[in-house]
């Protein structure tokens, strides 16, 4: 479980104080599965943040079409030169669900994940241990957080909004 050193730290990061520090908590929970070695059946089942992170993937989505269309770029096309993604990998003028698409990608949630520090704030199953968590955890985690705020704030677009430029997830004013 996240403790409450490692919840205080991701509200920082994000620059959002929950009311209720259980939805930070629980965004931080990596999916978890325990299985006997023998049989190979599921003994112990728990899905952690997934249910949280399907939810934040929308609200991500949502906040990057909203910040797109308060721009004012061309309906479907992201007008400008280029955008910087993940590794320095280039995104060129192309369709714009294709660009969200990109962001809201495993690869690169998970790379802001850990930049920003939220890789060591997340409570692994006991099966990973100490490990590093893996890209899909950090991915969830991410959105998971986003939507905790989503939930937390009675679902203000606008505090979304802050913390994914908090998280320095690439937006469309940055462009």
């Known amino acids: 479980m996240a403790t409450p050193i490692d919840v205080a730290r991701v509200e920082t990061t994000i620059g959002y104080h929950c009311r209720d520090t259980g939805l930070i908590t629980q965004a931080l929970r990596a999916p978890s599965k325990l299985q006997n070695k023998e049989s190979g059946t599921i003994v112990q089942l728990d899905d952690g943040n997934r249910k949280l992170a399907q939810l934040g993937h929308k609200v991500l989505e949502l906040v990057l079409m909203d910040q797109w269309y308060r721009a004012g770029s061309d309906r479907g096309i992201l007008d400008v030169p280029s955008l910087w993604y993940m590794d320095h990998t280039l995104i060129g003028t192309e369709n714009i669900q294709d660009t969200i698409h ?7 949630l998970a790379s802001i994940a850990k930049r920003r520090g939220l890789d060591t704030c997340i409570a692994c199953c006991e099966r990973q241990g100490d490990s590093n968590p893996s890209p899909k955890t950090l991915k969830l985690a991410v959105t ?3 939507a905790a705020v989503w939930l937390d704030s009675d679902k203000n677009l606008d505090a979304v909004s802050k913390v994914v430029e908090q998280l320095r997830i690439v937006t469309f004013s940055d462009v």
């Open 102 to 108: 990109k962001l809201a990608k495993g690869e690169y």
């Open 144 to 146: 998971a957080v986003v």
